[in-house]
């Protein structure tokens, strides 16, 4: 039989590459899009070490005749389009490259699929940032969207085009509305891998504190490698749909501080200090996905629960970073990391 083919825009980021990883493992012929950078940054697909059976094509989200190009060379059956500026923080400091990336993008990638195969069935990546500041303590489907930043802005554009194509062009396009998912490879500003790296380096002298903002959010934690199959098995229905993918569970930013430390024997208030230069200009106080229609329609569920994603990712940390005390070389982004503190956001008056 011949193999199936999927192009994913964004294959060096984290959800990318786990997705890589787990169609390669299905048999699938794998394409990937990747933008000019002065420096390399496949260092996830080297961690997978899956970087040699990738195909790769060079695409902007900005450039509509490069994302054209990828899936007329592709010719894919599958689209997942996981591209996106995907950090909140930054949407505030670029709010109009955020809308382009982020928002408008999403039409570019459906209007080349309508002109070029309106039959490839097309994956959008949305959040559960579309929600904001709900009113509903859980979300689900059905639950009204207020979004709290441009990048939870452009998102929620990005879910009404993909529905607007699926139901006026029948074409299959489904929205994933994913809760946060984290991984040994998320992405260093991201809140959670910040917190197990700079404990890592805590515990082996590298670091002396950790500078936080609110520690009051409270935000549905699940594990990366468990949503890519999700949004596999939403491709898999004979007619799209969208599925919100959560673990229904919420913690606070401080209890990911407080299982961190604790599993490497520190008491986190001798080093974690707040500064308010990392409050968000609108802040989500609180988001738990309620994954019930995934969990009957697609058989979904998250079996790795708050804890252990802590403590994987925490494990992860600490040895990447003693190997790295040893001299060790290995693909990596931690080293060649900025100091977070030095920067200059954008910050509330
Ligand atoms: P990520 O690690 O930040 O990866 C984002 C990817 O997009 C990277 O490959 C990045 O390339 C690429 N990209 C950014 N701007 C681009 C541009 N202008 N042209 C081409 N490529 C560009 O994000 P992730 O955590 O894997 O998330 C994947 C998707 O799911 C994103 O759309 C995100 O917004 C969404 N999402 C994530 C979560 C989560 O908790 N992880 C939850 C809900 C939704 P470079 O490597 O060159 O930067
Ligand atoms: O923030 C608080 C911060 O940046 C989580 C993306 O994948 O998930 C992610 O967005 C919480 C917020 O992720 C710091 O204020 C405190 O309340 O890790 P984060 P996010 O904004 O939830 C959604 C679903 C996506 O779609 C996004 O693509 O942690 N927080 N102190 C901090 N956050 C950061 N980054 N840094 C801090 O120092």
Do not use: C
Not at 15 to 38: C, I, P, Q
Not at 133 to 138: A, D, E, K, Q, R
Request: hydrophobic fraction near 35%; aromatic fraction near 12%; charged fraction near 25%.
């Amino acid at each position: 039989m011949k193999s199936k083919r999927a192009l994913i825009t964004g294959i060096t980021g984290q959800d990318g590459s786990y997705l890589a990883k787990f169609l390669l493992n299905k048999g699938y012929t794998v394409f990937g899009t990747y933008r000019r950078t002065s420096t390399p940054n496949f260092w996830r697909l080297s961690y997978h070490g899956i970087s040699d059976q990738i195909e790769y094509i060079p695409a902007d989200l900005i450039d509509t005749s490069s994302l054209t190009e990828a899936i007329r060379i592709s010719k894919p059956d599958e689209l997942y389009n996981l591209a996106a500026q995907s950090y909140v923080g930054s949407s505030f400091d670029q709010p109009l490259t955020s809308g382009e990336f982020t928002g408008l993008a999403v039409t570019r990638i459906l209007e080349s699929i309508r002109i070029i195969d309106p039959g490839i069935k097309f994956y959008q990546a949305s959040s559960s940032e579309i929600y904001g500041n709900s009113v509903n303590t859980s979300q689900n489907e059905e639950t009204p969207f207020q979004p709290g930043s441009p990048y939870a802005i452009a998102k929620l554009y990005g879910y009404w085009i993909t529905k607007m194509y699926r139901d006026g062009y029948r074409m299959f396009a489904a929205n994933g509305i994913l809760f946060n998912h984290e991984s040994p490879l998320r992405g260093l500003e991201f809140v959670t891998r910040k917190i197990t790296n700079a404990a890592a380096r805590i515990k082996l002298g590298l670091q002396k504190k950790l500078i936080l903002g609110n520690l009051d959010s409270l935000r549905d934690w699940g594990y990366a490698p468990e949503y890519v199959e999700g949004m596999w098995k939403i491709l898999q229905l004979k007619k799209p749909e969208d599925f919100v993918l959560g673990t229904n569970e919420s913690h606070t930013v401080k209890e990911f501080v407080e299982n961190t430390f604790e599993h490497l024997d520190l008491d986190w208030k001798k080093y974690v200090k707040i500064d308010k230069k990392f409050l968000r200009i609108v802040e989500v106080n609180r988001l738990e996905g309620d994954s019930s229609k995934a969990k009957k329609k697609i058989k979904w569920n998250p079996k790795t629960k708050f804890k252990k994603l802590v403590e994987i990712m925490t494990d992860a940390d600490l040895d990447r970073w003693q190997r790295w005390q040893k001299g060790e070389k290995f693909a990596w982004d931690a080293p060649n990391y900025i100091q977070e503190d030095k920067t200059l956001f954008r910050t509330i008056k």
